[in-house]
């Protein structure tokens, strides 16, 4: 009797963790379609390579790549497993969303006190694209590294160093 009243309740908790596995999705395709939405208009309606609006257009792109992770890890790992790729893409974005606020306040300084200086050191406004999007990525970087460190050291996300997800 108390076997089965087991092997009973462990049925319910696969089944709630398969509801609560499909209800992770809708919020997932509904970013995906804002994301998508959000880069083709700015895409078709600024200059990105302009460096502060390259920011802003790599600050939809990374939550866009967040989402289809974690889009395309739902069906191919544990409940447990895609919690915590979600919460660990979601980091990254947040971190990423943070920092690209940070730079582009910097560059609105250097634009409106310092273009003169700007200009002379790099005339190319597309190298100076490319120069603030590599201070965004490696600033996320510098920035969330010890975190996702800890993490690590802490026992939270030890499936990183393996790099395995079992299909269930």
Request: charged content about 10%; overall charge neutral; glycine content about 6%.
């Amino acid at each position: 009797m108390e076997a089965n009243v087991s092997q009973n309740f462990s049925l319910i908790m696969e089944s709630f963790g398969t509801v609560l596995q499909t209800l992770f999705i809708v919020p997932e395709l509904i970013n995906v379609t804002c994301f998508l939405l959000g880069i083709y208009g700015m895409y078709h309606g600024i200059e990105i390579q302009h460096p502060l609006y390259a920011i802003l257009f790599f600050n939809l792109i990374v939550p866009l790549i967040s989402s289809t992770v974690n889009l395309s890890v739902v069906g191919f790992s544990s409940f447990e497993t895609y919690l915590k790729v979600s919460n660990l893409t979601n980091w990254i974005s947040i971190y990423f969303h943070g920092t690209s606020w940070l730079l582009s306040s910097l560059i609105r300084y250097v634009y409106i006190m310092h273009k003169d200086w700007l200009f002379s050191k790099f005339p190319d406004v597309k190298k100076q694209g490319w120069i603030a999007l590599g201070l965004d990525i490696a600033l996320t970087l510098l920035l969330i590294l010890p975190t996702v460190g800890s993490a690590i050291l802490l026992g939270n996300y030890k499936f990183l160093l393996l790099l395995e997800f079992r299909c269930y």
